[in-house]
């Protein structure tokens, strides 16, 4: 060790019977100078930007990962004879929802329909897919509805639609109040 003296008397048990002195058997205390690391910090430099996270894949190759594959449809009634509510999508508050029992039935519908698409209520296509059937049976029960790239209007007047959110960011089936987000007044498609 560099910078360390260490000055110990040089004795043997048996030097105080060579010599006549008398050895003392008590511990001799060494210091030892032991140089320390400089301190570690956990956060990086501000200067420097963090590296971007990535997750691994969490779908095996037999499932596709539940994401949209498709840019989302346009913002139009598509079939709807209503034609646009004349809303903006501003005022939308989280009121008693009137068609949650209507849109629970028509996942239910997708569901018994579509069985290889589910693994129990897991998502096994892309979003796109899934939301698409949902708005075809809501419009097949008389309902104008779409699909607005994230939830589902749906309408059956123009003073007012409900927005819906039936799945999960984990590709989750969502229903019931859960899967009711708002009412828009007036309707904005």
């Known amino acids: 060790m560099s910078g ?3 000055d110990l008397q040089d004795t043997h048990p048996n030097d105080s019977v060579a010599t006549g002195n ?3 058997s008590a511990p001799v205390p060494v210091v030892l100078q032991v140089p320390m690391p400089a301190p570690v910090s956990t956060t990086p430099p501000s200067s420097s930007p963090l590296p971007p996270v990535v997750s691994a894949p969490t779908s095996s190759p037999t499932q596709p990962p539940p994401q949209a594959t498709a840019p989302p449809p346009s913002r ?3 079939s709807c004879s209503l034609g646009n509510g004349g809303g903006d999508g501003h005022n939308c508050p989280r009121t008693a929802p009137a068609f949650l029992e209507d849109v629970d039935a028509a996942i239910v519908r997708v569901m018994n329909a579509h ?3 589910f ?3 897991s998502l096994r296509v892309d979003w796109n897919t899934y939301y698409g059937a ?3 049976e809501l419009r097949s029960a008389g309902f104008c509805a779409i699909f607005d790239g994230e ?3 749906v309408k059956n007047v123009n003073r007012f639609n409900e927005q819906y959110h039936v799945l999960t960011s984990g590709g989750v089936v969502r229903r019931g109040e859960g899967s009711y987000r708002a009412t828009c007044f007036p309707a904005w498609f």
């Open 4 to 6: 360390c003296t260490l």
């Open 22 to 24: 008398p050895v003392s």
């Open 76 to 78: 139009s009634g598509g």
């Open 115 to 117: 069985p290889s698409w």
């Open 119 to 121: 693994a129990g209520n």
């Open 134 to 136: 949902v708005v075809d």
């Open 151 to 153: 939830e589902i209007a």
